[in-house]
């Protein structure tokens, strides 16, 4: 092919020969710790093209990267993945701050799953420097590290009012980072808010980038998002600074999955139209539609009140939340003025509070918006009852149709899909591997054998114990994917550990533990033993953990003997815990406060504790934590309902002299537990406006509630009686 | 060879076909992940060898151990290193709880820096059950992860009354572990505080095995300690639990290091006798010698107190300290008694108060003790006052003699020495590579230079930077082993960093930094910046660092930026910052609190800040953490000198609200330092009876001192003057 290289001393000859109309071909084949530095000046006519033998055949890994410098430089075909780069920066539009990319392109590209091992190690994928730029067809797929995937830096003079063009491109899934820093696109800084960076994103598809809050943190003005599809996606288009944001015609796909949201507003002049949204469930910052309060004379990077915005002729099927004045606070405390919402459908098959103001709404004009019937409350003017029908039209989209809606809602063909975005060669395909999706394996009582059925099996296996058996680890079992333990036959196996741990949950690891019993008897006599642990390795995928009718017993130290012990930098989308009895414990069932950097970060998403029996337990049972001020995230979010806690927090080594030790949690869920005999429900209740709810709990001869912080909080039928165990 | 295999099948065979007399012998290579189970029945006659084809050329090396099991076997000449072992133990006298070796003996076997790459994951390196088993001639050197070298388990009663021999063992450098745990011989547990295990430990030689307080933890009855020799052990041998020990004829070399000890009694019915002790400087559970106060009527796993014991006959050159009582507080109330002291000899070249009493000493009998006429302290009667002269005796001994020494001081010829123990083919060569040991390699000005050197760079080189020059990381500098930078040239050079880090100090690395200065100017806007990190994976390796005459400036992010983060799972040895200067920082200067679990693990042994100008610093500019209540270790020693803090403290994230935050630090030196307009000086004073002085500082518009805990502390010429600053 066209100039040809076969390494980076070639390739750096091919640049510095290269005129305008040359091509650059990297050859087929694995190119690691390859930092590319692509400089030039080609010409409108005639650029100078990067490209590659074969697509999908040049691999870039290990420790590699790319910087574009120079002018009229097209890049195409490059594909990062098995590696992570050793600077800030995968792809760079400039070499330094003096040296940028200007009217060049960067297409067809692939990002995949190139991550700095250390997980709070930030970097981005792409940071898009000069002017007129195009990003376009390329597939950015699996980060999972800290730091934004896409940026706009507008840091000096030429890099802003830059008609960047980011269209066609394929947002692959980003799962939950656990803390700030997960957005998918930011444009802009809070440092740079009052700029104007003029650039346009369009027909991009968002893949379930759920990293955090804002899928997209708009932070600089007259910026045009257009015909992009949000598809399952956690968070919203925020407009968290600057002005003249125009949102048109774009699609929020939220398939009734938890904290899907929309386009949240805050800022001057923003104009939001024509949008369509539809099974949306986020409430607060992640609403379907969120209109913010703001600080009154706020600084650029704080929040600038909301004024002449316009809300028109946007769609709205069975979304669960659309906030007005949402963040009204001591200091958020000016409410939108002199906006508009006018020409909105609002559609709910339940008959739901779907309008919530939080603020006095008069300062928005509310005109011909629609709801359909089921909806009964009384809304200001403004909004029009009518009755809807939905209409699946030939692109798939359920359309509300009604003499009402005197304009048919349509939806461009110029909207996003998966096949119109990203690469025609390069997969999309999702290669996730779930519990319980692979063969069944058979472990005999006795000594590591479990832990050799460990080794050898493979993701997804079940892992069958014998009814009754006795099973001995005097090694860890690693656990490196998905894997499901269980007793098949009515006696719970039991298992003996002599290490510190019996399972390690390794990166990509899950563990499904069910009708085993757990025995410490044969642990080692050391502070710091806990049956369960996670690599103390950071840990890029977020692990899942279910425990089903289990029991654990004899975990007796000096100090803490945990059940299971998360590390930093390790982070559970799911830990379940039900049916199952813990007993003669002295240590914790969760130790999950290993976050203690207190810059927003925590250990596990959601925390559910069912029908448990838990006594004797020295430690504080749960320990959940998540400090600092930040609210770029959900969680944590715990479900804690009918268990029973017998004699539970009295050991002298428990720090926090509570039962259930919560700090900083954004969702609480407390109910139908009985609590005979134990310490306190410590719960520090800061930031994020957390929703929590203490009901139908029995506390007898224990401590009760103790709340600090300074958010709101709901207790209900709290009784004092005694219960008679059997 | 006689019964040479090469594989672990060949091995198993071997074994099982083993006949009394039988010879195995490991063929010569490395044998990687090979657990060798060796279980059979010799004779006392015809024992079962397991021996290798070439001593030192046969490597145990990976997850690779050994289980000895069975009557008269004996195992020669195995090497483990370079792995660690996957279960408990490397090489273990039983194979499980039934079945265990008698018999048996270890000889000429070395374990190598043979550890687990989580310095947090416990292991030990031999453990020992049964019964008349024989340790001897090995080679053990270098354990670094948590857990004693090794122990005499006696769990079950046929491994109690053992008649064990551990004689003539090397045991070689084991580093400050930085948490209990650290021991290099353990004979018993506190489970089995009141069983005899009569085991004798004679002429091993214990090459500064410096893991913590206790380099023997001997919590057992009727144990004998003979000839051994302690070089330069920060630790004493102690009699934690159990009765009728025999301490005889060992030799304690101190050499005037920091926390070298003798011998720390506790329980009753101990013999301290005929030992020799010279250069030992430690205090307090370290002393010299140590005769502890008890409980009254102790369990027997607390402190038993010391009851019907004799010391006699020992020899103390140059020794500072000799403890009588020590540990007298609220629960160890009981005073030695019935006891005795008597013809021991103690010389010191310094006027020094060598003895003293924590309690009561009335139930000691002190007589016929000699001591040098330099003492001028009036003690009890018991102690004679006598011209001492030294003589160096033919084996090197200093030996005291006077004419009123009747008897004179010998030393045995079988007392231990680095020739006469462990084997004669291993190296107990020391193979520490220090800072600046190496060459000396010029870093020109530019992008990544510094990223080249240090990658190109070997252990102990100097790295210089020109005078006045620029150098920008887009990488972080990643030091994987000792490395000085320094500016050649009166005006420093300038280091900007563009990621989280300018330098990650990695397992095995030191670094030194002189007359250099950093500016975050370029750093990234994100929380959780810092000009040095340690590895975020486990060091095995304690490190160092020294910064001398450098400039720290423009480090200001929306949260913490530091100048040194170290995080969980690394110790340093020493940090020492000096002459240097901070201004303008919105972290912290040190960020050592990331031991969080408190168990008694802290991040750094030696913290020295000295002569430092530190203004418009918003986080706590020190912040040292050592939590729990253990009472193994001795660190973590502050001294802070001539430091001048201006404006310290006041940041919104500044958790601790305090310009130096000290929890559960041992030692506090805080002298002739201005605090101008600054916030507090924390100090929380737990465990271990801390040395703590504060000596004329001013606080000119600052918060002064809040304490908080229940240990002493002194504070003298507390100023509150306006100083004057150029
Ligand atoms: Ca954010
Ligand atoms: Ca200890």
Redesign the pocket.
């Known amino acids: 092919p066209n100039g040809l290289v076969n390494d980076i001393s070639e390739f750096n000859e091919a640049v510095s020969n290269a005129q305008p109309g040359s091509v650059i071909t990297l050859a087929n084949g694995i190119w690691e710790n390859t930092e590319l530095v692509f400089q030039g000046k080609g010409t409108k006519e005639k650029p100078i093209i990067l490209t590659v033998e074969d697509k999908g055949k040049v691999i870039l890994s290990g420790t590699s990267n790319l910087q574009i410098a120079g002018e009229y430089l097209i890049v195409n075909g490059l594909v990062f993945k098995d590696g992570y780069t050793p600077t800030n920066a995968v792809i760079s539009f400039r070499k330094n701050r003096e040296e940028l990319a200007n009217n060049c392109r960067l297409t067809e590209c692939v990002i995949d799953n190139y991550n700095n091992p250390e997980r709070q190690v930030q970097d981005y994928w792409v940071t898009i420097y000069g002017k007129n730029n195009r990003i376009d067809h390329n597939h950015f797929a699996g980060k999972k590290n800290l730091g934004v995937t896409m940026i706009v830096g507008l840091d000096t003079e030429e890099s802003r009012a830059n008609n960047h063009s980011i269209d066609h491109n394929y947002f692959g899934p980003r799962p939950t980072y656990g803390n700030?820093?997960g957005?998918t696109l930011r444009i802009g800084t809070s440092h740079h808010a009052m700029e104007n960076s003029n650039t346009i994103v369009e027909s991009n598809y968002f893949d379930r980038t759920n990293g955090?809050?804002?899928i997209i943190?708009n932070k600089s003005g007259q910026n045009t998002f257009k015909y992009n599809t949000f598809f399952e996606c956690t968070g919203t288009l925020t407009m968290r600074h600057g002005n003249e944001t125009l949102v048109d015609g774009n699609v929020f796909i939220g398939n009734g999955k938890p904290s899907t949201g929309g386009v949240r507003v805050i800022n001057e002049s923003q104009t939001v139209i024509n949008n369509y949204h539809i099974g949306l469930t986020g409430y607060r910052f992640r609403g379907a539609f969120v209109m913010m309060n703001g600080v009154p004379n706020s600084p650029p990077n704080r929040y600038v009140p909301v004024i002449d915005s316009k809300v028109d002729n946007n769609t709205f099927i069975n979304c669960d939340h659309i906030l007005f004045g949402a963040g009204n606070d001591a200091e958020r405390s000016q409410a939108p003025k002199n906006s508009q919402f006018t020409n909105n459908i609002i559609y709910h098959e339940k008959d739901t509070n779907t309008i919530v103001f939080k603020d006095d709404g008069s300062g928005i004009i509310f005109k011909d918006n629609i709801l359909n019937t089921n909806s009964t409350k009384n809304l200001n003017a403004g909004f029009e009852k009518a009755d809807i029908q939905l209409i699946r039209n030939e692109q798939g989209f359920l359309i509300p149709v009604s003499e009402a809606i005197k304009e048919p809602i349509s939806i461009s063909s110029k909207i996003a899909t998966k096949e119109n975005t990203g690469t025609t060669w390069y997969s999309k395909e999702d290669q996730t591997i779930t519990l319980n999706s692979g063969h069944v394996l058979v472990a005999e009582p006795g000594i590591n054998t479990l832990y050799d059925v460990t080794k050898s099996s493979k993701p997804g296996d079940i892992i069958t114990l014998r009814s009754g058996g006795e099973y001995i680890l005097t090694k860890a079992a690693k656990v490196k994917h998905p894997l499901t333990f269980k007793t098949s036959g009515p006696n719970k196996a039991t298992i003996f550990f002599e290490r510190m741990m019996a399972f390690e949950i390794q990166d990509g690891g899950s563990l499904s533990l069910e009708n085993i019993a757990f025995n410490g008897a044969k642990s080692p006599d050391y502070a710091g033993n806990s049956v369960i642990v996670t690599s103390k390795n950071s840990m890029l995928n977020n692990y899942k953990l279910f425990i089903e009718d289990c029991e654990f017993k004899n975990m007796v130290v000096n100090h803490s003997f945990d059940v299971l012990r998360a590390a930093k930098g390790t982070f559970a989308d799911t830990i379940s815990i039900q049916n199952s009895t813990f007993k003669n414990i002295s240590g914790s069932i969760t130790a999950l406060d290993n976050e203690t950097d207190d810059i927003g970060a925590y250990n596990v998403e959601y925390l559910i504790m069912k029908n448990n029996s838990i006594s004797d337990v020295q430690g504080a049972a749960l320990r959940l934590y998540r400090g600092g001020k930040d609210e770029?995230t959900f969680g944590p979010f715990l479900e804690m309902e009918h268990n029973v806690f017998d004699h539970v927090g009295y050991g002298s080594k428990n720090k926090y002299k509570a039962t259930v030790s919560l700090y900083g949690v954004q969702e609480i869920d407390i109910k139908n537990n009985i609590f005979k005999d134990s310490k306190a429900i410590n719960m520090h209740l800061v930031v994020g406006e957390p929703i929590v709810k203490v009901l139908n709990n029995n506390f007898y001869n224990s401590e009760k509630l103790i709340v600090t912080g300074d958010q709101k909080y709901s207790v209900e039928n709290t009784w004092d009686l005694e219960p008679k165990f059997k």
């Open positions: 700030n820093g957005e955090e809050h804002e943190s770029s």
